[in-house]
């Protein structure tokens, strides 16, 4: 029986009968103690649930029948001290004898640490054998870690959180023994952890103890708190995990409780330490999400002028990394995971037209047609498609709204175990008032902070879809401060080719810059791409991203421009540069110059200036 919850006179559990995340199972006494009554909400069958029960060896127990039971005291008591099943515990390695508790770490070690339990003495801790190895954390420690590990004052709230699905272990000396724990945690980083979450009691003694980690300093661990002061209440007088599980609380909910009470304990010693230090700490190698695309837990951005297919791409990366299927049918998904995708841009029948061909083009099923001007649409035929869609469209990047969309994010991290990606779509629609986006300082509080912060708490890579200048600057054409591109860990350039092919320059600061050209076909019957990698077109062929947009405009200017217009299209860069860029174009064969014949009105003496041409694509230079 699982997540016994005492309630009211009875206990509540989860019905082994149909499959379920809430506790629908009522298990009371008759009100002449005659016997028990076991109730499924959902109407399950009252002899499948007994028969169920009968065939685990688990029985329900009250007041009147534990006072009958007493070889089970031991047992009985644990499972009311805890709200943890007593099945549960023993998978951790509890052994229940009459009157005592023994946690166990396996044949390994031959130690056991016993509860023992009366009504006269209370409890009581002993080590057997004496002289035995006495293991400083409960239960045993594997040899491969996760990166994050929660430790708990006591054998207890350990259960708890292993219970709500907590990678914790218990402190066995108790929350004092912290200031003695160095050679502990240097083997728990060994074994690939890189940050501790401590979850102390809210006491005097647990506050010490977290003042103490606070300026504490280990090379390759961060260390974590878990706010007590917010989620206890202290009008029922509870100070750990455990007084807290016992309201009740639904396994979930404590866990996103917990993980929103999650404080850095010295943020600023870690950021400065010694080099020995900094070369021991371990670094998380860069992985990619989708190949060559998407970096796993960073933010990129997408930019391109409007109509050049931004927002095609976001809805097929995020089907692409939810399904596991490639990116528009080319690049593989390394590591998928389900996706929130938050719009501004199209509204929702134009975007569930998008999705719908997007999930068609991927094999899923489905179909999209219009018929007399209705658009006409049968789902993919799949298992759920671990996909979101905010249709509030009223996200913005306030402290407010990222701090909701944090917590909801968490809670659906909690229910699903992880979350791949979240994508803005556009971010220019989701600036608060009063925002100066020419500002790097605003973008970068507005908009990075909390987008790493996301990726910091979350897990999550981000993706945000912004527009272009009509200029390529310094800012690398991204409309707005420098510091969209300077802040991006990965940044996808999007220029047209012509009326079908679009150049794509993805830089990042983790890997190396490259180019590739997409095509999307189509569009009003389904969705169709086609990728080239490589500098595979003649716009593709530029050097940087300057010279591509350079090159576009002499093509679209058949009568060529001399330097000062060129100035004038690109009023952010220095004509001085233009020129670098003219004469690299002109080295690679893809523009030429000639000498104006004849100076305009008015102009200067010297010698007459160039005027530049870009061929047309049948053209030879």
């Given at each position: 029986?699982?997540?016994?919850?005492?309630?009211?006179?009875?206990?509540?559990?989860?019905?082994?009968?149909?499959?379920?995340?809430?506790n629908?199972?009522?298990?009371?006494?008759?009100?002449?103690?005659?016997g028990?009554?076991?109730?499924?909400?959902?109407?399950?069958?009252?002899?499948?649930?007994?028969?169920?029960?009968?065939e685990?060896?688990?029985?329900?127990?009250?007041?009147?029948?534990?006072?009958?039971?007493?070889?089970?005291?031991?047992?009985?008591?644990w499972?009311?001290?805890?709200a943890?099943?007593?099945?549960?515990?023993?998978?951790?390695?509890?052994?229940?004898?009459?009157?005592?508790?023994a946690?166990?770490?396996?044949?390994?070690?031959?130690?056991?640490k016993?509860?023992?339990?009366?009504?006269?003495?209370?409890?009581?801790?002993?080590w057997?054998?004496?002289?035995?190895?006495?293991?400083?954390?409960?239960?045993?420690?594997?040899?491969?870690?996760?990166?994050?590990?929660?430790?708990?004052?006591?054998?207890?709230?350990?259960?708890?959180?292993?219970f709500?699905?907590?990678?914790?272990?218990?402190?066995?000396?108790?929350?004092?023994w912290?200031?003695?724990?160095?050679d502990?945690?240097?083997?728990?980083?060994?074994?690939?952890?890189?940050?501790?979450?401590?979850?102390?009691?809210?006491?005097?003694?647990?506050?010490k103890?977290?003042?103490?980690l606070?300026?504490?300093?280990?090379?390759?661990?961060?260390?974590?708190?878990?706010?007590?002061?917010?989620?206890?209440?202290?009008?029922?007088?509870?100070?750990?995990?455990?007084?807290?599980?016992r309201?009740?609380?639904?396994?979930?909910?404590l866990?996103?409780?917990?993980?929103?009470?999650?404080?850095?304990?010295?943020?600023?010693?870690?950021n400065?330490?010694?080099?020995?230090?900094?070369?021991?700490?371990p670094?998380?190698?860069?992985?990619?999400?989708?190949?060559?695309?998407?970096?796993?837990?960073?933010?990129?951005?997408?930019?391109?002028?409007?109509?050049?297919?931004?927002?095609?791409?976001?809805?097929?990366?995020g089907?692409?990394v939810?399904?596991?299927?490639?990116?528009?049918?080319?690049?593989?998904?390394?590591?998928?995971?389900?996706?929130?995708?938050?719009t501004?841009?199209d509204?929702e029948?134009?975007?569930?037209?998008?999705?719908?061909?997007?999930?068609?083009?991927?094999?899923?099923?489905?179909?999209?047609?219009?018929?007399?001007?209705?658009?006409?649409?049968?789902?993919?035929?799949?298992?759920?498609?671990?996909?979101y869609?905010?249709?509030?469209?009223g996200?913005?990047?306030?402290?407010?709204?990222?701090?909701?969309?944090?917590?909801?994010?968490?809670?659906?991290?909690?229910?699903?175990?992880?979350?791949?990606?979240?994508?803005f779509?556009?971010?220019?629609?989701?600036?608060?008032?009063?925002?100066?986006?020419?500002?790097?300082?605003?973008?970068?509080t507005?908009?990075?902070?909390?987008?790493?912060?996301?990726?910091?708490?979350?897990g999550a890579?981000?993706?945000?879809?912004?527009?272009?200048?009509?200029?390529?600057?310094?800012?690398?054409?991204?409309?707005?401060?420098i510091?969209?591109?300077?802040?991006?860990?990965?940044t996808?350039?999007?220029?047209?080719?012509?009326?079908?092919?679009?150049?794509?320059?993805?830089?990042?600061?983790s890997?190396?810059?490259?180019?590739?050209?997409f095509?999307?076909?189509?569009?009003?019957?389904?969705?169709?791409?086609?990728?080239?990698?490589g500098?595979?077109?003649?716009?593709?062929?530029?050097?940087?991203?300057?010279?591509?947009?350079?090159?576009n405009?002499?093509?679209?200017?058949?009568?060529?421009k001399?330097?000062?217009?060129?100035?004038?299209?690109?009023k952010?860069?220095?004509?001085?540069?233009?020129?670098?860029?003219?004469?690299?174009?002109?080295?690679q064969?893809?523009?030429?110059?000639?000498k104006?014949?004849?100076?305009?009105?008015?102009?200067?003496?010297?010698?007459?200036?160039?005027?530049?041409?870009?061929p047309?694509?049948?053209?030879?230079?």
């Amino acid at each position: 029986m699982n997540n016994v919850r005492p309630v009211g006179k009875g206990y509540t559990a989860l019905c082994p009968v149909h499959d379920d995340t809430e506790n629908s199972l009522s298990i009371r006494e008759t009100s002449d103690g005659s016997g028990v009554l076991v109730h499924c909400f959902r109407e399950c069958d009252y002899q499948k649930i007994v028969t169920i029960l009968e065939e685990d060896g688990v029985r329900p127990l009250t007041d009147s029948i534990k006072a009958v039971l007493k070889g089970q005291t031991a047992r009985v008591f644990w499972e009311e001290y805890t709200a943890v099943p007593s099945v549960f515990w023993e998978s951790l390695g509890v052994l229940f004898g009459k009157e005592e508790i023994a946690f166990t770490w396996g044949k390994e070690t031959p130690s056991r640490k016993e509860r023992h339990f009366n009504r006269t003495t209370g409890k009581g801790f002993t080590w057997v054998p004496e002289g035995a190895p006495r293991p400083p954390l409960w239960p045993a420690v594997p040899d491969k870690l996760p990166r994050r590990v929660w430790i708990s004052e006591g054998e207890s709230d350990c259960g708890v959180l292993r219970f709500i699905g907590l990678e914790a272990f218990g402190l066995t000396k108790g929350a004092g023994w912290v200031k003695d724990s160095r050679d502990v945690w240097e083997t728990l980083r060994d074994r690939g952890v890189s940050e501790i979450v401590f979850v102390l009691d809210f006491d005097d003694e647990g506050l010490k103890r977290l003042k103490f980690l606070s300026q504490e300093h280990l090379g390759g661990i961060e260390f974590f708190g878990v706010d007590l002061s917010g989620i206890i209440d202290h009008l029922l007088g509870e100070k750990d995990i455990r007084d807290i599980w016992r309201r009740p609380l639904h396994p979930e909910e404590l866990r996103r409780k917990l993980e929103l009470a999650t404080r850095p304990l010295n943020p600023r010693v870690l950021n400065r330490i010694s080099l020995i230090d900094f070369l021991s700490k371990p670094i998380r190698e860069m992985t990619w999400t989708v190949e060559n695309i998407l970096m796993s837990q960073t933010v990129e951005l997408i930019v391109g002028l409007p109509k050049i297919g931004k927002s095609w791409l976001a809805l097929d990366l995020g089907v692409s990394v939810a399904t596991g299927l490639p990116f528009l049918n080319h690049f593989p998904i390394v590591n998928p995971g389900p996706v929130l995708y938050l719009t501004k841009e199209d509204p929702e029948y134009s975007l569930q037209d998008r999705l719908a061909k997007v999930a068609i083009s991927k094999g899923l099923g489905g179909s999209v047609e219009m018929k007399d001007g209705c658009l006409s649409l049968e789902p993919p035929h799949t298992n759920p498609i671990p996909f979101y869609v905010d249709l509030q469209r009223g996200f913005l990047f306030s402290p407010e709204h990222v701090n909701e969309l944090i917590e909801w994010l968490s809670a659906l991290k909690a229910v699903l175990g992880t979350i791949a990606l979240i994508v803005f779509d556009p971010i220019l629609r989701m600036m608060p008032t009063g925002l100066d986006e020419y500002r790097a300082t605003d973008v970068n509080t507005a908009v990075f902070e909390p987008a790493a912060r996301m990726v910091s708490e979350v897990g999550a890579s981000i993706l945000l879809v912004h527009h272009r200048g009509k200029s390529f600057s310094a800012s690398k054409g991204s409309y707005g401060s420098i510091g969209f591109h300077a802040f991006s860990d990965g940044t996808h350039y999007l220029t047209k080719k012509d009326d079908e092919w679009v150049n794509v320059i993805s830089e990042f600061k983790s890997a190396p810059e490259w180019q590739w050209s997409f095509a999307l076909r189509n569009l009003q019957e389904g969705f169709e791409a086609e990728v080239v990698e490589g500098k595979t077109t003649s716009l593709g062929r530029a050097s940087s991203l300057l010279q591509a947009d350079i090159l576009n405009h002499l093509k679209t200017h058949p009568n060529g421009k001399l330097v000062d217009e060129l100035d004038s299209a690109f009023k952010d860069v220095p004509k001085d540069r233009i020129r670098e860029q003219l004469k690299d174009l002109e080295q690679q064969g893809l523009i030429y110059r000639e000498k104006v014949q004849k100076r305009e009105p008015g102009a200067k003496g010297g010698p007459r200036p160039d005027r530049w041409f870009a061929p047309g694509d049948d053209d030879e230079v």
